[in-house]
C-alpha cells in the first residue's frame, strides 16, 4: 500500500510516518517503479503499536528501545514494564506537583479577593503576589 492509504488506515499523517522512518523506528519501505514508497501489512502493525506505546507516554526514544529489542528476536516485556513502571511514576509525581500549585493557586485567588488595589503601594509590584512573610 501506498503512503496515504497507510496513514488513513492508521490514522496519522504521511508526514508522520516519514518521521518514523528517519528515526528508524520504520523500516525503509520498499519502492514501486515510480518511485512511490510501498508499505507491508507489518508496517501497519509497527505504526499501531507506536501509536498505543504514544498513547501510553512513552517517548520516540523508548519505542524505539523496544523495537530494536524485538528487532534483535529478544522479546522485549520486562523492558516495556519497566518503562510503564517509570513513566507511572513521572506522572503519578506530576499530580502531586500540580496539586501543590494547585493548593498554592488557590490561596492566592482567596488573598486577592481580600485585597484592596488602593492598598498596594509603589514599592509592590503587586501585593497579591507577594510573599507571606512581607504581607
Avoid: W
Avoid at 4 to 9: C, I, S
Avoid at 31 to 42: D, F, K, L, M, V
Wanted: proline letters at 5%.
Amino acid at each position: 500500500m501506498l503512503i496515504g492509504q497507510l496513514a488513513n488506515e492508521v490514522g496519522i499523517r504521511p508526514e508522520t510516518i516519514r518521521l518514523y522512518e528517519s528515526r528508524g523506528l520504520l523500516p525503509e519501505p520498499q519502492r514501486a517503479p515510480n518511485g512511490y514508497r510501498t508499505y507491508s501489512e507489518a508496517t501497519m502493525t509497527r505504526l499501531r503499536f507506536i501509536r498505543t506505546a504514544k498513547a501510553a507516554g512513552l517517548t520516540l526514544a523508548e519505542i524505539g528501545s523496544v523495537l530494536a529489542l524485538r528487532d534483535s528476536g529478544t522479546e522485549p516485556c520486562n523492558h516495556v514494564d519497566q518503562l510503564l513502571e517509570s513513566r507511572l511514576s513521572q506522572i503519578q509525581q506530576q499530580r502531586r506537583q500540580l496539586a501543590a500549585l494547585e493548593k498554592e493557586l488557590k490561596h492566592l485567588v482567596d488573598r486577592s479577593r481580600q485585597l484592596d488595589p488602593a492598598d498596594c503601594t509603589n514599592d509592590d509590584i503587586c501585593q497579591i503576589l507577594q510573599p507571606d512573610e512581607q504581607r
